[in-house]
């Protein structure tokens, strides 16, 4: 079945850049997801990658993609207190009929020092 | 319409009590899917609807949980018997299409605890 792997945290300083790390094993993984998650509050989409890619940037966000490693990286510029959350990797493979069923990793704790 | 809303927020039970959840997706969505969360984990696939239709259900929804999407428009999430291992956070969330490229938004959640 699909895995997808997260080391569990990483703490920066205000500033810094920030660069957390996936695994995933599903070589059938079509869109690949970061999600941000606060405390007391949903999921937020962040950023995806379609696999295809290997590079997209948004602002401050940089996704990192590496399909034949099956390696995903999210790295965070100019990293601020308010990026301190949960960050939760993500993949799903293109379903018969269309649908999505998201496979998440662990999830990387951000702890953002100021 | 501001997202997807989840009824209760918390719920604390006794052990055999039967809960019920309810989801209330973006009103265009046609898709909702059920997740569970539980402490320390990402989240993990239970069920998925297209309108009133539900079309998957993991392995980890056993016969006691019974999810419904009777109008195609709210849904509901039933456990019954709950046992203390059924203590997690189950998530609803909504989308607009097919595709892997239509993002799933995520409501707040429903936190069980089960004494």
């Known amino acids: 079945g699909e895995d997808v792997e997260q080391s569990l945290f990483l703490s920066v300083r205000e500033g810094d850049s920030s660069v957390i790390n996936c695994t995933y094993t599903?070589?059938?993984?079509?869109?690949l997801y970061w999600y941000k998650q606060e405390p007391g509050a949903g999921l937020q989409l962040l950023t995806y990658?379609?696999?295809?890619?290997d590079m997209k940037q948004d602002q401050r966000l940089t996704v990192l993609l590496n399909k034949k490693d099956k390696h995903l990286s999210l790295r965070i510029a100019d990293t601020q207190t308010g990026d301190s959350a949960i960050y939760f990797c993500?993949?799903?493979?293109?379903?018969?009929?269309?649908?999505?069923?998201?496979?998440f990793g662990t999830g990387t704790k951000l702890q953002v020092i100021p | 319409d501001t997202g997807v809303s989840q009824d209760p927020r918390h719920k604390i039970t006794k052990r055999g009590q039967n809960v019920t959840f309810r989801c209330d997706p973006i009103?265009?969505?046609?898709?909702l899917y059920w997740y569970r969360q539980t402490l320390g984990q990402g989240p993990e696939f239970l069920t998925y609807?297209?309108?009133?239709?539900?079309?998957?259900k993991s392995r980890l929804l056993s016969d006691r949980f019974s999810a419904e999407r009777p109008k195609g428009s709210f849904s509901t999430l039933e456990i019954q018997r709950t046992e203390q291992g059924d203590s997690a956070m189950y998530l609803c969330?909504?989308?607009?299409?097919?595709?892997?490229?239509?993002?799933?938004?995520f409501g707040p959640g429903t936190r069980l605890t089960v004494l």
């Open positions: 969330a909504s989308s607009l299409g097919p595709g892997a490229r239509y993002e799933q938004f």
């Open positions: 599903d070589s059938s993984s079509t869109y």
């Open positions: 990658i379609f696999s295809n890619m």
């Open positions: 993500a993949e799903t493979p293109e379903g018969p009929g269309g649908y999505q069923k998201v496979t």
């Open positions: 009103s265009e969505h046609n898709r």
């Open positions: 609807f297209q309108n009133e239709a539900q079309l998957e």
